[in-house]
């Protein structure tokens, strides 16, 4: 589909000038309120930005590598004014993509929309408490309806003054529960509850075509899969109902260090397959690396065992306690980790709070935010690799590119396994088409300090999907991104027939994500 020229887009989105909003929300969804129809004298055109300030902000996001220029931007102040632009394109005769952004982390351009409009879906989150409702009970189980441009650190703070918590998490959480549902929504605690896209009960979506649907897994189940790492091609969510369970008041927080990968992978798989922790990752560490988890005498001392092998790796474990296991929580761990294999007297552990723990990205963030450190390019490249094949993958990438390269590390490098029974296939998320019960997400989260260092980065990045094409190991990507309709075809691999008829289903004109360049050329 073509898109359409800035002219048209003008014309289109003004014919819906001075139109009333009205939509009547179902009794079962009291956080909506009264949003649908609280602005009745509104019009859309009175909520879209198209100054430069506004054009600039959403042509740009966090991997500061792509740039394209929407129409405009709308800053909606209920679901209803999505709904009537969607359906204002859906309607048109040539319509104009719209994208749905959350808090614009993605890296390669999915949340923009070239001659589109962007959808800033934080302009809904004023009113937390409107948008974050806890409900259920001990019998029945607790969840919370949570709005799609709400952050998941607002949904931890809001649900811990119930005492409660979601089970699965991203590292960072300053990203919208719109977003991550878009993608899967992983951490070191999906081995153990999955990842965010299954903890979900039920949402409401607003189809390409502008219908507004409420979906689970029992009404309306084509669209609830559909979406559930659907990459945004299928709707915009405006509501998640999110599984919750009794949060713990504190962690032990451990990380391991081994010389050898055979066994630090053996120890990872073992761990996620008892009942010990409840988070488990894994990373590299190259020499100069540095944490502000280990003290500077212990990084010393890593860094020089870094330094004699070019190359360690990192097992990074958390088991929860409340007070009431306080005397014992030691011993527990204790008996645990005196069945691992790492190197004698690399163990190092922390005690912080469950908050502390799941924000500690953010203070990252903080400390590099003033050194211009932070809002930098990000080539990202973020795998799940076959369990089979990790070993080849280790020698042939971590070994043989990324030490031999001898770069100094600009970012973590993540491995770690996942369990793949906690995963839904009819889900649109991708994982490894294999019979391992385990697969292993790689992340290499490098930060570039500019143009030159971002295409350095990139093109190791294409040498290790090379590798990976050429040694037959069936990697795949996790924040995927192709040029080619082939390539895309190749990534979905057997799920793309069902992609490709929900796409013909619920935005058969292709105006949703424009940015995934699955349907939409560049």
Sequence with gaps: MALPNVLHAYFVIHCIINSLFFITPGSSRPWLNTSFSSFPNETIDTKLCIDTNCIKKASSDYGNMIQDLPFGVLYPSSVSDIIHLVESSYNSSSSFTIAARGNGHSVRGQAMAKDGVVVNMGSMSVDVNRSIIV???????????????????????????????????????????????????????????????????????????????TCSKNTNSDLFYAVLGGLGQFGIITRARIVLDKAPNRVKWVRIIYEDFSKFTKDQEHLISIDGFNYVEGSLI???????????????????????????????????????????IDEELQMIL????????????????????????????????????????????????????????????????????????SGPFLVYPINRKKWDDNMSVVIPEDDDDM????????????AKDWATIDEQNTKILEFCDKSGIKVKQYFPHYGKREEWMKHFGKKWGVFKERKAQFDPKMILSPGQRIFNSR
């Design 135 to 213: 409900s259920g009970n001990s019998s029945l189980g607790f969840y919370a309806d949570v709005g799609g441009e709400q952050l998941w650190i607002d949904v931890l703070r809001t649900t811990l003054e119930h005492g409660l918590a979601p089970v699965s998490w991203t590292d960072y959480l300053y990203l919208t529960v719109g977003g991550t549902l878009s993608n899967a929504g992983i951490s070191g605690q999906s081995s153990f509850h999955g990842p965010q896209i299954s903890n979900v009960l039920e949402m409401d979506v607003i189809t390409g075509k502008g219908e507004f649907i």
């Design 286 to 328: 190259m020499k100069n690396s540095s944490t502000d988890f280990f003290s500077p005498a212990d990084e010393s001392m890593i860094n020089s065992l870094a330094s004699e092998n070019g190359i360690l790796y990192s097992l990074e474990a958390v088991k929860y306690y409340d007070d009431y296991v306080i005397n014992t």
């Design 338 to 409: 005196k069945e691992l294999s790492f190197k004698p007297g690399f163990i190092f552990k922390k005690d912080a709070s469950f908050f502390d723990f799941l924000n500690r990205v953010r203070d990252e963030e903080l400390l590099l935010q003033p050194l211009g450190l932070w809002d930098v390019p990000h080539p990202w490249l973020n795998l799940f690799v076959p369990k089979s094949r990790i070993m080849d993958f280790n020698e042939g990438v971590f070994v043989e590119i990324i030490q031999k390269q001898n770069r100094s590390t």
């Design 439 to 450: 697969f292993y997400t790689v992340a290499l989260l490098n930060s570039a300090t500019g």
